[in-house]
């Protein structure tokens, strides 16, 4: 069963960095798309960033392009999320999801197409 841990969230002011991880565990990481999506107070969750199997394909939502990186490290099953430039509306639970299905990644924006969340990891940026 696919188990995902996020981690390097915190406190940053605005204009910092932060650098979240999501390790990967019980699933062939390298065949799944993966994504990061974000909670805020009393939001819908939303879609971050997503990533193809192999890295060679990433999309982003309008608000965080040019700001936020995905990557990913298939030899350590792990994705990442390097964040720079932070606003306070960057506030919110981050989370990483696995592609429902192995493979090449369709509607790799949908919340409904990832699984298998993780914990979370807050961020919160003051102002």
């Known amino acids: 069963q696919a188990r995902l841990v996020e981690s390097g969230g915190g406190l940053v002011q605005a204009g910092g960095s932060l650098r979240l991880s999501c390790a990967a565990s019980?699933?062939?990481?390298?065949?799944?798309?993966m994504g990061w999506f974000r909670q805020g107070p009393g939001k819908e969750r939303e879609f971050v960033a997503s990533i193809s199997y192999s890295g060679a394909s990433t999309n982003y939502a309008d608000s965080v392009k040019g700001r936020f990186t995905i990557s990913r490290d298939n030899a350590k099953n792990t994705v990442y999320l390097q964040m720079n430039s932070l606003k306070p509306e960057d506030t919110a639970v981050y989370y990483c999801?696995?592609?429902?299905?192995?493979?090449?990644?369709?509607?790799?924006?949908?919340?409904?197409?990832?699984?298998?969340w993780g914990q979370g990891t807050q961020v919160t940026v003051s102002s």
């Open positions: 999801g696995r592609y429902n299905t192995p493979g090449f990644m369709a509607g790799a924006s949908m919340t409904g197409n990832f699984g298998s």
């Open positions: 019980g699933l062939t990481f390298r065949l799944y798309g």
